[in-house]
């Protein structure tokens, strides 16, 4: 019965991690990108920058998700303080998701696309680090890290083939289709912002009870 209710948590956990990292990573978004800045480029060009910037944002989230608990320790940071902070950025990150603003990127840095914009900040952006960092922090353990690294690796894995069949979503679905998607997915990153806020205020309240709480 352990077993099976072990079990059943991780399945949820990764779930919640996978749905977690995917929405605010938004393939969509690095897949309309990725279309437009290699547009006219090579078959094999195209493949060499999917490659460089999905190993990139692997590595860099990697990191980020073994390293959480460190940086946490180096620099005194609480994990509700970090989830209440998070929260708020995340809030940020949706209601840009939600404006739609397409930033311009000039044709004499599309040698570096794979770092800039791909890797950096569409795929392993300051919302995708800080979702990584705040479910790798959690209660679950060895088991959440997996879980998270999954998450990570699921999410990469709808950006790389929304990437190498960019050209053909877009023929199937057009523009217009690839602007509603990023705007359904702000509401559920919204969502976990404002969870993580719950998550974080109902940690800590029980340390601010105690500090108001009067002396003797």
Avoid: W
Avoid at 11 to 39: E, H, W
Avoid at 114 to 140: D, K, N, W
Avoid at 205 to 211: D, E, F, H, R, Y
Wanted: aromatic share 8%; with cysteine; hydrophobic share 60%.
């Amino acid at each position: 019965m352990d077993l099976i209710a072990e079990v059943a948590g991780f399945v949820g956990f990764s779930l919640v991690a996978i749905a977690s990292i995917t929405a605010v990573m938004n393939p969509a978004s690095t897949t309309a990108v990725y279309t437009a800045l290699t547009d006219g480029m090579s078959k094999s060009d195209r493949r060499d920058i999917i490659h460089t910037s999905m190993k990139i944002a692997f590595i860099v989230l990697a990191f980020f998700a073994l390293t959480g608990q460190l940086i946490f320790s180096i620099f005194n940071i609480t994990v509700p303080a970090f989830q209440i902070a998070g929260g708020i950025l995340l809030i940020s990150v949706a209601t840009g998701m939600l404006s739609a603003r397409r930033e311009a990127y000039p044709t004499e840095s599309l040698e570096n696309i794979a770092i800039v914009p791909l890797a950096f900040p569409l795929s392993c952006g300051p919302g995708t680090i800080t979702t990584v960092i705040l479910l790798a922090s959690g209660p679950e353990g060895l088991v959440g890290l997996v879980a998270v690294f999954a998450g990570i690796i699921v999410a990469l894995a709808i950006s790389y083939v929304g990437m190498l069949y960019g050209p053909r979503i877009f023929a199937l679905i057009g523009e217009a289709g690839l602007r509603v998607v990023p705007r359904l997915m702000a509401i559920i990153v919204l969502a976990i912002a404002i969870q993580f806020i719950i998550n974080g205020v109902a940690a800590a309240m029980p340390q601010l009870l105690a500090n108001f709480a009067p002396a003797g």
